[in-house]
């Protein structure tokens, strides 16, 4: 079969053996994979990241002197069962798959291991447990975006978001994009989306970001809905208002405690904030968000820093700032994420701006590297040109 192999940074089509799925597996016809951020990064950097997750247990990780088929933002069709499998999804059957597979206790990422090739193949072998049948004619090019949008998913549901919350989004690239969306989905009124492109912060507004702001004009964190929200900029205004409230109280009837007590049951005193999300994922990045974010901001951290970084726990410690990372999604937020682009309560038709073959990866990832080119490059095995088609 043809599929696209990288080797020491190089991106290169080659014919391989068609894999046989082993017991509990399935062969996949690829129909879409879409180029994700990651594998941007590991083409590079993934050493950095290998080392990492060694010291997570897993040592199997991408390196650079390996050769890897990557790709793990699959849709395809099932063409073939292994061993101690069921007949519940049928030759033909248009799927989706969580990208992990297994071999005893051994358990790879599709695309990000070379134990376990990816989706820029013509085939690719997943779990049977993990795929899942698209409903609805879903448009394959929507399907494809199953995977990361689960991310997004996820990272909404960890960040605790609901409808009143203002959401501020660092980063307006797919992951960003994908953030957007979900919080549109889920009703949060206020979503501002920040990036230096011009190109991205149209996508952003497409997506649904209620205010669009260029850093390098205007800080997200000065934006008008922030000052109407309340939130505290600085130690000395949250100091204020302490010793503001505790003079009013003196001159109540009841001890300042029982009102003080009072009001924290009906959530009176807890502290106005925004959800931030950090999609960008380069050195720095991170501390800045501490220095420059209001006063106990919950930051959701989604964009993967793939070396080493540095921050500042003093920032975060005096303004009481809660930093949460997010990885992946479970089970369930996968398929109710399928589940809501099918039902159309997702919108992610604004992510995909290109799409080629797999002759054209190598041109595909340049692209990738504008931000004003291109979001989100979807890769079908079908085309036999080298050139991005732009959607």
Known sequence: MKATSLSRGLLQLVDLPTPRP????LLLDVKRCGICGSDL?????GDDLADALELCGYPRYMRSDQDVVMGHEIYGEVA???PWTSDKLKPGTPVVTIPLIRSGRQVDGLGLSAHAPGGYAEQVVVQESLTLPVPNGLRPDVAALTEPMAVAWHAVNRAE????????????????????SVLKARGVATVVA???????????RNCGADIVVDPAVESPWATAPAARNGFR?????????GIDAMEKM??????????????????????????????????????GVLAAAPLHSRVVVVGVCMGADTIRPSLAINKEIDVRFVVGYTPLEFRDTLHAL?????????????????????QAFTALNDPETHAKILIDPAIGSEQIATT
């Open 22 to 25: 082993k017991a509990g597996q």
């Open 41 to 45: 990064h590991s083409r590079l950097h």
């Open 80 to 82: 073939e069962h292994g």
């Open 161 to 180: 978001t609901t409808r009143k919350d203002t959401a501020i989004v660092l980063g307006c690239g797919p992951v960003g994009l994908a953030v957007i």
């Open 194 to 204: 920040s990036d230096y492109s011009a190109g991205r912060r149209a996508l952003a």
């Open 233 to 241: 900029a600085t130690m000395p205004e949250e100091y204020n208002d």
């Open 250 to 287: 003196a001159r109540l009837p009841m001890p300042w405690w029982t009102t003080w007590r009072a009001l924290e049951k009906v959530g009176a005193t807890t502290p106005k904030r925004p959800v931030v999300f950090e999609c960008v994922g380069v050195p720095g990045m991170l501390d």
């Open 342 to 362: 099918a039902d159309g309560s997702l919108d992610a038709s604004h992510l995909v701006t290109g799409k080629v073959g797999l002759a054209g990866v190598p």
